[in-house]
């Protein structure tokens, strides 16, 4: 009798604690450094814009948030590692449309189901990408650089480091499809070989393009943005120039692993969100050409739907399959 007793008693205590366990870990989080992983090499757009925000949510949290890059793999190896983590919120990926739309889409067999592999935390916003040419190559204008490539097929080539830029340049060449595309695993190393002149067009972010332009070592022709950049305002938009068949507009968000907690999700949502309005963060941020924005969890979940659709309309579309 002693013995149930203690036992219900012990059953009881547990019960009344557990809710008070689980605010506690979300009052206190977070207690230790995060760690925020990237897909991409350093030096490109994807990880100059990780750290900028990284470096805010430090402040805006209290820890120390460290830049992981995991480059490859057009950003699986580290979102694996990233849904693999443990739960805890300590462990985050800044995920972009090629991790978590493109690989998905485009692979026969796709790395994972990125609606069962991962927590939407907030969005970061979108980049803005421009289609460049280096200087030395005679073309002004996209109509210029597609009369070249239909003159010529299979002389001339593109760069990409990752599926989503590689699909932009598909739709923006049609039926034109005979340029063979070289795959990096950051933009550094594809622009390093395009001012070379080994390669002669790519659709890079406003990280790399813009200083390029200025000093006149490569041509901007067009970009994916809706609305002109403020960081290169000649360079005209794809609607502008009739190009309503490129619809890639690259962006990037954080996700967790699977199972996070509400309250967790909740709160480094809430911080990243108030991260990005920080004028420091932001004005950094557009130095870097990337409309930075939050949203709620569930705000991001449809939005990441909705990219994730529309993406794959596309593709079949286009017949796309990438291996």
Not at 43 to 49: I, V
Not at 124 to 145: R, Y
Not at 184 to 191: C, E, L, S, T, V
Not at 281 to 306: C, D, I, N, W
Request: charge should be positive.
């Amino acid at each position: 009798m002693q013995r149930r007793k203690l036992a219900a008693l012990v059953a009881g205590a547990a019960l009344a604690l557990a809710p008070c366990t689980s605010a506690w870990s979300a009052d206190t989080f977070p207690s230790k450094p995060l760690r925020l992983i990237v897909g991409f090499a350093p030096g490109g757009g994807a990880d100059a814009l990780t750290r900028i925000i990284a470096e805010g949510l430090s402040k805006q949290l209290g820890q120390q948030v460290v830049v992981e890059n995991r480059p490859g793999a057009d950003g699986v190896l580290a979102a694996q590692a990233v849904s693999s983590a443990s739960p805890d919120g300590y462990t985050l990926l800044m995920g972009t449309n090629t991790a978590m739309v493109a690989a998905p889409t485009l692979r026969p067999k796709p790395p994972y189901d990125p609606f069962k592999a991962f927590t939407p935390i907030s969005s970061a916003g979108q980049f803005s990408m421009f289609l460049v040419v280096p200087s030395s190559l005679p073309a002004k204008s996209v109509s210029e650089l597609l009369a070249l490539v239909a003159a010529k097929p299979g002389d001339y080539n593109s760069a990409s480091s990752n599926s989503a830029s590689e699909l932009a340049m598909l739709q923006l060449l049609g039926e034109q499809r005979k340029v063979v595309n070289a795959r990096y695993k950051g933009d550094m190393q594809a622009m390093t070989d395009l001012l070379g002149g080994q390669i002669h067009m790519m659709f890079t972010t406003g990280t790399l393009a813009p200083n390029f332009v200025k000093e006149g070592r490569i041509r901007a022709l067009v970009t994916l943005q809706p609305q002109r950049s403020a960081l290169l305002p000649d360079v005209p938009t794809g609607s502008e120039l009739g190009l309503g068949k490129l619809t890639i507009t690259p962006w990037a968000g954080f996700f967790g692993p699977p199972g996070l907690p509400t309250a967790i999700t909740e709160k480094l949502s809430q911080e990243l969100q108030n991260t990005l309005k920080r004028p420091e963060v932001h004005a950094q941020l557009v130095q870097q050409g990337f409309e930075g924005y939050g949203m709620s969890p569930a705000k991001f979940a449809e939005f990441f739907r909705t990219q994730y659709d529309a993406f794959g309309a596309t593709v079949r579309e286009h017949n796309v399959k990438f291996d």
